[in-house]
């Protein structure tokens, strides 16, 4: 209050002081959001040498508009690399409030890491075009992934490459609590990082799942 009234007696309009103030608030803003993530990092990797099944947290999740795009992956370095690309162009085309959460799924059925069909991309609404040209070769459109009623989740600190083990955990669950896989994995960045640095990296290991049928309910179906 004492350096806006210094302001007024200096004869500063009061919309140059709003805008200030603005600024000012944003830019704090920014560095308690910096300070939140890096709580969480130093906090997660307490945590995960010691996380189990019980960590475990299934989500049900409302249909999602999807901006996304499709890339074969030679391998799990390929795939990085070009998330890690679509990371560095994204900001130059869209609004700061939707780069919030970065998306990688599987496009397979099953659990492989080498010549891989993966989806990249972000949550939109419907304010973002259906399809945008990122101008190095690749166009981004949308989607609507469906509702998952059952999305089994676990957070994982560090880099994707060491993933496999959080997805353990998840499949050890899965078993224990009579649960079947029912959709693609997928790896969700729980904010965008600035590299893939193993130290900027916190995301959530995520399968959808649907409980398994009793044998009877089975055979029953079956005949």
């Given at each position: 209050l004492e350096?806006?009234?210094?302001?007024?007696?200096?004869?500063i309009?009061?919309?140059?002081i709003?805008?200030?103030?603005?600024?000012?608030k944003?830019?704090?803003?920014s560095?308690?959001?910096e300070?939140?993530?890096r709580?969480?990092?130093?906090?997660?990797?307490?945590?995960?040498p010691e996380?189990?099944?019980?960590?475990v947290?299934?989500?049900n999740?409302?249909?999602?508009?999807f901006?996304?795009?499709?890339?074969?992956c030679?391998?799990?370095?390929d795939?990085?690399?070009f998330a890690?690309?679509?990371?560095?162009?994204?900001?130059?085309?869209m609004p700061?409030?939707?780069?919030q959460?970065?998306?990688?799924m599987?496009n397979?059925?099953?659990?492989?890491?080498?010549?891989?069909d993966?989806?990249?991309?972000?949550?939109?609404d419907?304010?973002v075009?259906d399809?945008?040209?990122?101008?190095s070769?690749?166009?981004?459109?949308?989607?609507v992934?469906?509702?998952?009623?059952h999305?089994a989740?676990i957070?994982?600190?560090g880099s994707?490459?060491?993933?496999?083990?959080?997805?353990?955990v998840?499949?050890?669950?899965?078993?224990a609590?009579?649960?079947?896989?029912?959709g693609?994995p997928?790896?969700?960045f729980l904010?965008?990082?600035k590299?893939?640095?193993?130290?900027?990296?916190?995301?959530?290991v995520?399968?959808?799942?649907?409980?398994?049928?009793?044998d009877t309910f089975?055979?029953?179906s079956?005949?």
């Amino acid at each position: 209050l004492e350096q806006i009234a210094q302001l007024l007696d200096e004869g500063i309009e009061n919309d140059d002081i709003q805008t200030m103030l603005v600024k000012q608030k944003s830019e704090l803003e920014s560095r308690i959001l910096e300070d939140l993530q890096r709580l969480r990092r130093v906090e997660m990797r307490i945590k995960s040498p010691e996380m189990g099944i019980e960590d475990v947290v299934v989500k049900n999740m409302p249909p999602q508009k999807f901006l996304s795009v499709d890339h074969f992956c030679l391998n799990a370095e390929d795939g990085m690399a070009f998330a890690l690309q679509l990371i560095q162009e994204l900001p130059k085309h869209m609004p700061q409030r939707y780069l919030q959460q970065f998306v990688v799924m599987s496009n397979n059925d099953d659990f492989i890491a080498e010549k891989v069909d993966l989806i990249f991309g972000i949550f939109v609404d419907d304010q973002v075009p259906d399809e945008i040209n990122m101008g190095s070769g690749f166009t981004l459109t949308t989607t609507v992934l469906p509702a998952i009623n059952h999305l089994a989740t676990i957070a994982h600190v560090g880099s994707p490459l060491s993933a496999h083990q959080s997805y353990g955990v998840l499949a050890r669950w899965i078993e224990a609590n009579h649960y079947v896989c029912a959709g693609n994995p997928r790896d969700t960045f729980l904010h965008i990082p600035k590299s893939m640095n193993e130290d900027d990296i916190i995301m959530e290991v995520q399968i959808p799942v649907k409980p398994q049928l009793p044998d009877t309910f089975r055979t029953e179906s079956s005949s």
